[in-house]
């Protein structure tokens, strides 16, 4: 059989390199389709280079872009879709940018893969933001956390059979896509899947006020400068080291024909579920001093409470979240450590796709 060619949009940035880093330690070929916009992710590049030498092909554009996209799926038998406008916030200010680039991105994803005379395995990453702000989950403040009335929701977090309540911009693009990706397994036959991800986190992520909260929180303690708090501090998310995700990403792959058109709920689950004043708690404990805070207003559709069920995904295909929360953040926080002062990446070389 001639060798694996995995495509992976948005494969500079955090969980993109993670996975092609498995990837190419595993002997794959890959592809990686990134138009370097966020801030940063050129170092992801410049390590993945390193490691992996001329096995990694980059093409600089934009996931708009639909004959690059086309071009860059060819020859490949996965594709993992994470090029996105990933911030809510952002969403709010630029509505019409969020959609064009998550919703019609994936499009030009899933029309490229349909073209295609042998379709590539096509998994996505949506959000739990597609179930909305939960506000009919009854709730109470117990010490520095949120947590479910319902007993059952507070044993096992919140399952794929919650019904879709888009909220913000960024709920609607990514919700859309995610139904496109699903749709296409339907239509058309498509091995598509979806991974309905809570709080992923570990090493290579730049992580801002904006997005990836728990190396944002490291980082800023690192610095000594005070962290804003929106909200009381008391909200409470499933946090999952990237390892782990990556270890689903290959399960996912495996399992692909019989899991087509399924959406998953993916994160740490119950047992990694932690509070924002908690996480304040852990950076404590790793560097001797609390990190200073102030504290704002919530924002625009958070949630007070999400923890996912994972338990579709885990008998579906016996994955099971290994690192656990204080582990995988003290090892996050010893990365960042070593890492928070970015030297300028040297050139790359890429390919520029028309
Ligand atoms: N990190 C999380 O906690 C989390 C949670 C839920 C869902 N997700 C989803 O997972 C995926 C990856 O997230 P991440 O945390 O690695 O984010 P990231 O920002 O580190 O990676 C996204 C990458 O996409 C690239 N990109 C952005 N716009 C692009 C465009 N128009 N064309 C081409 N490339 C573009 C960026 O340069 C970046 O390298 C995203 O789809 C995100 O919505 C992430």
């Not at 990694?56 to 071009?71: C, F, H, P």
């Not at 852990?282 to 102030?294: D, F, M």
């Amino acid at each position: 059989m001639s060798e694996q060619l995995t495509l992976v949009t948005g494969g500079a940035g955090f969980i993109g390199c993670n996975l092609a880093n498995r990837l190419l330690g595993s002997g794959r070929k890959v592809r990686i389709l990134d138009n370097l916009s966020r801030p940063g992710v050129e170092q992801n590049l410049q390590w993945l280079r390193e490691q992996h030498g001329e096995r990694l092909q980059v093409v600089n554009a934009d996931i708009r872009d639909e004959k690059a996209v086309t071009q860059a799926v060819a020859g490949t038998t996965q594709v993992y879709h994470f090029a996105a406008q990933v911030a809510v916030t952002t969403s709010l200010d630029l509505p019409r940018d969020d959609f064009l680039v998550n919703a019609q991105g994936t499009l030009n994803v899933l029309e490229a893969v349909r073209a295609r005379p042998v379709p590539p395995f096509v998994l996505m990453t949506s959000t739990n933001k597609v179930y909305g702000d939960l506000a009919d989950l009854e709730l109470q403040a117990v010490g520095q956390h949120y947590q479910p009335t319902d007993l059952s929701v507070r044993a096992r977090g919140v399952s794929e059979a919650r019904p879709l309540d888009f909220h913000s911009p960024y709920g609607c693009s990514k919700g859309s896509a995610d139904q496109y990706v699903l749709d296409y397994a339907r239509s058309y036959g498509l091995q598509t899947m979806v991974f309905r991800m809570s709080c992923i986190y570990g090493p290579r992520q730049f992580g801002t006020e904006d997005q990836g909260w728990v190396a944002h929180f490291i980082l800023r303690a690192l610095r000594g400068e005070a962290i804003t708090i929106y909200g009381d501090g008391k909200q409470v998310r499933d946090v999952l080291f990237v390892d782990d995700l990556v270890n689903a990403f290959l399960l996912a792959e495996q399992n692909g024909g019989k899991l087509a058109g399924r959406a998953f709920n993916i994160g740490g689950g119950p047992s990694n579920a932690i509070s924002l004043l908690d996480l304040l708690d852990r950076i404590e404990a790793l560097q001797g001093r609390r990190p200073a805070t102030t504290f704002d207003g919530w924002r625009t559709g958070d949630q007070r409470y999400y923890v996912s069920d994972t338990r579709g995904f885990e008998q579906a295909t016996g994955w099971r979240a290994k690192v656990r929360a204080p582990e995988g953040i003290a090892r996050l926080h010893e990365w960042l450590q070593a890492h928070r002062k970015p030297v300028a990446a040297p050139a790359l070389h890429v390919v520029h796709a028309n």
